[in-house]
T-cell receptor
């Protein structure tokens, strides 16, 4: 089942912050975040594996609440290069020692950063 | 880092012809590869899972006779769109996962236009 992302679109001025949310009606075992620019393939941002886990890289961080089946992506002091469509992706099953399972993506959040 | 190479980047073909898209893992062995399709302004939808040395598994609603997948080696998976029609025009992207706990690496995508 497709995770639900919100908001659908965000317009910011450079330097402002944004939060993108991802929720699922099914149990989440991992949440993946990607950014895609027009006409290009998605670029991996980060993966969150455990309930309550938080991660960060420079000015982009994320949290994962396994109990609430939710994840949020935080963009602070946004830069022009942050523009694009952000997707969260979920895997259908927990790691069982076997292969990967592919991702089910949300519909995406369009982020526009204006100078 | 893990690199997935996808070719061609774009292809225009006539209705009724077949098109082959290649996806190679360059610096790792991918026993499993995933094929996605993305229509304009929409999310990525998982089409099928390609397994080295065995049959591919297709998502519900994807015609396996139309989208032929071959995964003959640990580094190469191919998707052939047979008897292509204009409604098959889309952005096709492959991906693979190096190991658990890591994100999926995507190829650069192939834009297929059927005229």
């Amino acid at each position: 089942q497709q995770p639900v992302q919100s908001p659908q679109a965000v317009i910011l001025r450079e330097g402002e912050d944004a939060v993108i949310n991802c929720s699922s009606s099914k149990a989440l075992y991992s949440v993946h975040w990607y950014r895609q620019k027009h006409g290009e393939a998605p670029v991996f941002l980060m993966i969150l594996l455990k309930g309550g886990e938080q991660k960060g890289h420079e000015k982009i961080s994320a949290s994962f609440n396994e109990k609430k089946q939710q994840s949020s992506l935080y963009l602070t002091a946004s830069q022009l290069s942050y523009s694009g469509t952000y997707f969260c992706g979920t895997e259908r099953a927990p790691f069982s020692g076997g292969g990967a399972d592919g991702l089910t993506f949300g519909k995406g959040t369009h982020l526009i950063i204006q100078p | 880092g893990a690199v997935v190479s996808q070719h061609p980047s774009w292809v225009i073909c006539k209705s009724g012809t077949s098109v082959k898209i290649e996806c190679r893992s360059l610096d790792f062995q991918a026993t499993t590869m995933f094929w996605y399709r993305q229509f304009p302004k929409q999310s990525l939808m998982l089409m099928a899972t390609s397994n080295e040395g065995s049959k591919a598994t297709y998502e519900q609603g994807v015609e396996k006779d139309k989208f032929l997948i071959n995964h003959a080696s640990l580094t190469l998976s191919t998707l052939t769109v047979t008897s292509a029609h204009p409604e098959d025009s889309s952005f096709y992207i492959c991906s693979a996962k190096v190991r658990w706990g890591y994100g999926y690496t995507f190829g650069s995508g192939t834009r297929l236009t059927v005229v």
